[in-house]
C-alpha cells in the first residue's frame, strides 16, 4: 500500500520531469543564444579578414599582381566594414534592432534553420536570409562572397 502511495506522489513530478527534457530539448537546450545587444568587433573582423587573405595568397603563390589584389579586398573589407560602425545590434526572440546614434529600426526575424548549434539561418520580416553564427568573444554575421570570392565573417562582441 506504501508504494503505491509513493507512485501516486512520484508520477505528477515524473511528467513535469519529462514535459521539461521535451521542452528543452525541441527549443535548442538553451535558448536562443543571438539574444542580447552586441556591438562590431572591428579589430577581430580585420584580423580575421587579413589572415584569410595572407593564408590564399600564401597558398597560391605571392608575386606583384597577387598583392595588389590582396591589397584591394582588404580595403573593400573596410568599406563594408563602415556600416557596421557605431552601429549597435539588439536581439530579443522576436525581433532584431539595429540603432546607431540614437536613430534605429526594428525587424520581426524568425530563426528558420539550425544547420549546427553554433549556426542559425534567420529570416527576417523583408524577406532578406542571413546567417549568423557563435563566435568565442560574441557572435559573427555571414557576408556571402560575391562571384567566386570567399564569404566573410563580420564578428560582434557583447555591448553594454
Do not use: H
Request: overall charge negative; some cysteine.
Amino acid at each position: 500500500m506504501a508504494s503505491i502511495g509513493i507512485v501516486k506522489t512520484l508520477f505528477p513530478l515524473a511528467r513535469f520531469v519529462a514535459g521539461l527534457t521535451v521542452a528543452l530539448f525541441l527549443t535548442g537546450c538553451g535558448g536562443n543564444w543571438l539574444v542580447g545587444k552586441w556591438t562590431l568587433d572591428q579589430e577581430r573582423t580585420l584580423a580575421e579578414i587579413s589572415a584569410k587573405t595572407d593564408a590564399k595568397n600564401a597558398q597560391e603563390g605571392g608575386g606583384l599582381l597577387k598583392d595588389i589584389v590582396g591589397g584591394l579586398q582588404k580595403g573593400l573589407s573596410r568599406v563594408l566594414l563602415a556600416q557596421f560602425e557605431g552601429v549597435e545590434v539588439e536581439f530579443t526572440k522576436t525581433e532584431m534592432r539595429r540603432v546607431q546614434d540614437g536613430m534605429g529600426e526594428a525587424q520581426i526575424y524568425e530563426i528558420i534553420d539550425k544547420p549546427d548549434p553554433s549556426t542559425y539561418t534567420v529570416k527576417y520580416a523583408d524577406g532578406d536570409i542571413v546567417t549568423w553564427g557563435k563566435a568565442e568573444s560574441g557572435i559573427r554575421l555571414k557576408l556571402a562572397g560575391e562571384r567566386g570570392q570567399d564569404e566573410m565573417w563580420v564578428y560582434f562582441r557583447a555591448g553594454e
